[in-house]
Antibody, heavy 118, light 110 residues
Framework: QLQLQESGPGLVKPSETLSLTCTVS??????????WGWIRQPPGKGLEWIGS???????YYNPSLKSRVSISVATSKNQFSLNLNSVTAADTAVYYC??????????WGQGKLVTVSS | QTVVTQEPSFSVSPGGTVTLTCGLS?????????SSWYQQTPGQAPRTLIY???SRASGVPDRFSGSILGNKAALTITGAQTDDESDYYC??????????FGGGTKLTVL
């Protein structure tokens, strides 16, 4: 059974970098037909796709976040990571990692609440 | 940037049928947008109902169906149940690896 788990700080100061890692178990990030993505949800609001990465290292980003975001994959650790720099209060959200296969975000982590505050 | 539109809220009676839609601020949705639909209850991660316009995810009851209606993607719930009361999100593929979620529809069953 594939499982994804987000980890990282729950509190980040304004202007600093938000860094999260998603650990995949019960499967491999190296599967050729799978992409791995990050999606966030501000409190009480809707979902926003942040970006995706393939095990080859190819990345795709939300144009509205592209200047601040970086997603990478570590196949040896079976993990992928999100970095979002220059954060503000508007970046406060639950951050989900998910697998994308056949145009389906079919497996999700439980979500990690990250608050941006001094 | 293209906006994906959904009804903010919808209400259906138990046993009734409801169709939620997913459109574009400019243009028409087709199967090329690989629309998918997710159900989310409070405090939980979303779960897939429909992907690639028509395909039902594993374990999803067949009273959930996806389609293209006119110029929008659609999710139809036939025989709504009280535990269908949730938020529903669609997401569309814009090409070049980019996905855009709709704002979500809050469905009330009463």
């Amino acid at each position: 059974q594939l499982q994804l788990q987000e980890s990282g700080p729950g509190l980040v100061k304004p202007s600093e970098t938000l860094s999260l890692t998603c650990t995949v178990s019960g499967g491999s990030v190296s599967i050729s037909n799978s992409y791995w993505g990050w999606i966030r949800q501000p409190p009480g609001k809707g979902l926003e796709w942040i970006g995706s990465v393939h095990n080859t290292g190819s990345t795709y980003y939300n144009p509205s976040l592209k200047s601040r975001v970086s997603i990478s994959v570590a196949t040896s650790k079976n993990q992928f990571s999100l970095n979002l720099n220059s954060v503000t209060a508007a970046d406060t959200a639950v951050y989900y990692c998910a697998r994308l296969v056949d145009s389906n975000f079919d497996h999700w982590g439980q979500g990690k609440l990250v608050t941006v505050s001094s | 940037q293209t906006v994906v539109t959904q009804e903010p809220s919808f209400s259906v009676s138990p046993g009734g049928t409801v169709t939620l839609t997913c459109g574009l601020s400019s243009g028409s949705v087709s199967t090329s947008y690989y629309s998918s639909w997710y159900q989310q209850t409070p405090g939980q991660a979303p779960r897939t109902l429909i992907y690639s316009t028509y395909s039902r995810a594993s374990g999803v009851p067949d009273r959930f169906s996806g389609s293209i209606l006119g110029n929008k993607a659609a999710l139809t719930i036939t025989g709504a149940q009280t535990d269908d009361e949730s938020d529903y999100y669609c997401v569309l593929y814009m090409g070049v690896g980019i996905w855009v979620f709709g704002g979500g529809t809050k469905l009330t069953v009463l």
